[in-house]
């Protein structure tokens, strides 16, 4: 392989959660993760505009706590799951450490951002992203 690409990612937001500790994390959103808010840079405030209350929306995440250099992990944690490679699984721990996370919109505020449900980001994660979650119908 050629010498790799760099990129530079500029942050858009961060996450405001009660979860502070990436050890008492929900693995998955749907896993009991709390709401929480996406504080969105002012700078890039209008790129909010349209978003509603009830959309679906893809959150975008920098793991800023990843170890970067794991490259195999039991899946989910669990020493009895054979060792499998990072992008097999949904581990933090990856090259890249991008989280996806499939949120809904409960509330939008001009001043602060979204509040979201479910999220399992802990507080302080950089949000990178959001993108609206497509039907089959839409592209």
Known sequence: MSEPMSFTLRPVGVVRSTLTD????PRQGREGAPDAWLEIDPAVGEALD?????????????????????????PRGETSNP????????????PNPIGLHRVTVLETDPARGL????????????????KPVLDATER
């Open 50 to 74: 349209g978003m509603t209350t009830g959309d679906e929306v893809l959150v975008l995440t920098w793991f800023h706590q990843a170890d970067r250099e794991t490259l195999r992990v039991h």
């Open 22 to 25: 990436r050890t008492e994390a």
């Open 83 to 94: 060792l499998a490679g990072v992008f097999a699984t949904r581990s933090p721990d990856r």
């Open 115 to 130: 509040r979201v449900h479910p999220l399992e980001a802990i507080d302080g994660t950089p949000v990178i992203d959001i």
